[in-house]
């Protein structure tokens, strides 16, 4: 990994500032990716902003910044966006600080302002070192996100197209998917989501491999193909479905035959059941039997206490005698054959012979 600090005045990261919604935001005589179109948008308050610039003005140093180095020789910002974002806009008459705005101050001061020398790292390697470094180093400002730390990494064509598509408020995804996705689009939450989909959970293999394709077609064609099959699958929609990991049920089932009808009536029957206590997981559960996504409500300690009383501390399996720590509650007539959670459905066995029983 190779780390260099280096000494750049503000008047060469402004060269060429740019700050549009076609472009994004650009310095450096275009070489700097300040803010990549479709990432964040947030910006600083007034005060935080004009902080920035009374730092500069008084020739107080600000905190150190981080570009990453692409292959092609421009740059990203990888930490220090809003400062930057903050002195350029205020050299581009954006805004003014006590009333004067940058064209009305002295030639003098105007010039202490452009010559302001800020201390910034280049970091350059492969993918793993770059991820290491930046999981590591003391991010200053708004803690990034594990997406947004990959999205340094992986920067290139197909990031850019991904980001339209999953990165923006009000983004397509958000229109077709806002009810059934969690987070939010502006932290990269919902392209984290769809990458972890669509790989199986490797997401950085996956980006890696598609870093320089010229679009994100494919990944934007999956998500819609998702998203129509669980509006078909799952008809009749619920708020518990928002955030359900979707994408791994679509990818073993898509080519299954599924009764939609059948399916809706025994989910309605299943969100009466409180036994049940994870609502939202009766969604896989419906297609893969696993009871795990429900989280069967357990027995509590006053029913414990009593069936290890009328059992006097005999396991009804192996017969032997336990002290009650050492045994576990278990449903005499299984949950999934009509057994619910009651005082009379309740046995205390061992923990070896539950376990045994659990694994059959």
Known sequence: MKIELKEITIKEVANGYKNSDEEGVVGYGGKLNIRPKYQREFIYKDDKRNAVIETVKKNFPLNVMYWVKSEDGTFEVMDGQQRTISFCEYIDGKFSLNNLYFHNLTDTDKEQILNYKLMIYFCEGNDKEKMDWFKIINIAGEKLTDQELRNAIYTGTWLTDAKRYFS?????????????LKGAAIRQEYLETVIRWISNGKIEDYMSKYQHEPNANELWLYFQNVISWVKVVFSNYRKEMRGVEFGPLYNEFKNKKIDSKKLEKEITELMQDEDVTKKSGIYPYALTRNEKFLNIRAFTEKQKREA???????????????????????????WHEGGKTTDKNCQMLCKECNRRKSGK
């Open 168 to 180: 923006k408020s009000g983004c397509p995804a958000y229109g077709i998917a806002s009810d059934y």
């Open 308 to 334: 290890y009383e009328k059992q006097k501390g005999v396991c009804k399996k192996c017969k032997e005698h336990f002290e009650i720590e050492e045994m576990e509650a278990d449903h005499i007539k299984p």
